[in-house]
């Protein structure tokens, strides 16, 4: 079954449908379902699919060709065209008069063992364009080449493309519809510990508890995740090892350059270079303070929830788990799975306050979100607050995200307002979330307060559970 990518469909029928020359350029980490929400939209088209190989110009030309003739007699045919641009002439000649769709997956591949293919490609584009009714579409996994030498200001192809989508992971609401049989704790369970990468998904058996799901996944060596995170870097990176030591030294709280460097035992440089790295693939995010620009607050954590249960749990639990003690292993990590879902209930609170503005209900109007931490002059101390949100000079949201088995006291609710008065904005909404509810203390305190929402987890599922528009 089909879930999700409504927008990314419906961006590339209206493409479809100009009945033009039309260009998009789709990318995105590996895993994360391009080819799925390519071959869901081909499906009903008449459409050339192509997919490069990590191989030389040869091979690829020659799978080109084929793929081609296939499309064209419905036979497969063992015939070469002579190069590249012989071959996309062809293309472009079929769709002088028909709608075509041209996809070429995994482009980077073809394009670095045939250097001369991007200059083809504008070439013929150029030529082309006023005339053809046919859609290209360029897909790749390697988000730096494909920002670099396609998207890029100055690589052959840019200015010619007339859309492009960076394929995301899938958010909350759309991990839900994935497993509608299990409760809301459980989706969130699954949320945090496998995240929104689609491929992922597919290995959780909903006939089963998150707990077995956990102990077949990542705690079974012979499961097809177990080494995942491991495999992923080696195809992406040059030196895996570090780039682990990094990742587990983030996954274990280090959060600071100089935290993490004092953790690897590398200088601060050599760390830097191997974060930004990390960020261009998409697995580790780069925050500063809400509103800061100084990047000498920055820190750093794991942006793919199941990178950041992996490094969390498995490498110390590895000696267990390659014995077969699957059981042990889930008892050694059961005490910590509350403590770690803090983090993934604060993302899940942020995406419900996104989907609130988005249906025009939430009292700010806020055009971002995000955490902030600092010191608070009154006591001389740091502070942090889990969401902030700005609507203009005097308006400001803030938030405060509670994942536990007790209901949220009105001690929270004070200190939430206490952080608020740090900033100096006029009007003032907080937003108290809670797993389990709220003491009876709290709400008679929230009632008493101006602009005060307390949001357990089963209204948040409401809101996440209402039909897309």
């Known amino acids: 079954m089909f879930i999700g990518r409504t927008r990314e469909l419906a961006a590339l029928d209206r493409l479809y449908q100009s009945d033009r020359f039309e260009f998009a350029v789709i990318y995105g980490r590996r895993r994360v379902g391009k080819t799925t929400l390519i071959n869901q939209f081909i499906n009903d088209k008449k459409a050339i699919y192509f997919m490069g190989v990590e191989s030389n110009a040869k091979q690829n030309l020659e799978n080109f060709s ?15 065209f002579l190069s590249f641009q012989a071959a996309l002439e062809m293309v472009f000649q079929l769709a002088g008069h028909q709608r075509l ?4 997956d995994e482009y980077p591949y073809v394009a670095r063992a045939s250097a001369s293919l991007a200059s083809t490609l504008q070439l013929l584009i150029d030529q082309y364009k006023e005339t053809s009714k046919l859609m290209l579409i360029l897909c790749g996994s390697s988000m730096s080449y494909m920002e670099d030498h396609v998207l890029a200001y100055k690589a052959p192809l840019y200015g010619r493309r007339t859309a492009q989508m960076k394929i995301l992971p899938f958010d909350f609401e759309e991990v839900c519809r994935c497993f509608p049989g299990y409760s809301a704790e459980e989706q969130a369970l699954v949320y945090g510990a496998v995240g929104g990468t689609p491929q992922y ?6 006939r089963l508890s998150v707990a077995e799901n956990i102990k077949n996944t990542f705690l079974d060596p012979t499961s097809a995740l177990f080494e995942e995170p491991e495999n992923l870097l080696k195809q992406e990176v040059r030196e895996p090892a570090l780039y682990n030591a990094i990742i587990s030294a983030i996954a274990n709280g280090a959060s600071r350059l100089s935290e993490i460097s004092s953790k690897v035992g590398e200088n601060t440089n050599v760390c830097a270079a191997y974060l930004k790295n990390l960020l261009g693939l998409g697995l580790v995010q780069k925050e500063i303070p809400y509103g800061d620009q100084a990047s000498r607050k920055a820190v750093y954590a794991i942006s793919d929830n199941l990178f950041r249960f992996w490094y969390r749990f498995v490498p110390q639990n590895s000696s267990i788990i390659s014995r077969g003690a699957k059981e042990l292993a889930f008892q050694r990590i059961e005490p910590y799975l509350s403590e770690y879902m803090g983090n993934v209930f604060e993302q899940i609170c942020m995406q419900y306050l996104w989907k609130l503005l988005l249906a025009g209900r939430s009292p700010v109007f806020f055009s971002e979100l995000g955490r902030w931490w600092g010191t608070d ?10 969401i902030m949100g700005v609507q203009d000079k005097t308006t400001a949201l803030f938030g405060e ?3 536990t088995n007790e209901k949220v006291d009105q001690g929270v609710l004070k200190t939430l307002v206490s952080r608020s008065q740090l ?17 009876q203390g709290c709400r008679e305190m929230a009632e008493t307060l101006d602009h005060v929402s307390l949001i357990s987890f089963t209204e948040m599922m409401e809101l996440f559970r209402e039909p897309q528009v």
């Open 66 to 80: 084929r793929s081609i003739l296939e499309m064209e007699t419905g036979f497969k045919a063992e015939t070469t």
């Open 101 to 104: 769709v041209l996809v070429i």
């Open 201 to 206: 998904l597919l290995q959780i058996d909903d």
């Open 377 to 386: 002059p009154r006591e001389k101390k740091q502070t942090e607050i889990d």
């Open 401 to 403: 995200c509670k994942w």
């Open 423 to 439: 900033f100096s904005y006029t009007e003032v909404h907080l937003f108290l979330f809670a797993k389990t509810g709220f003491t």
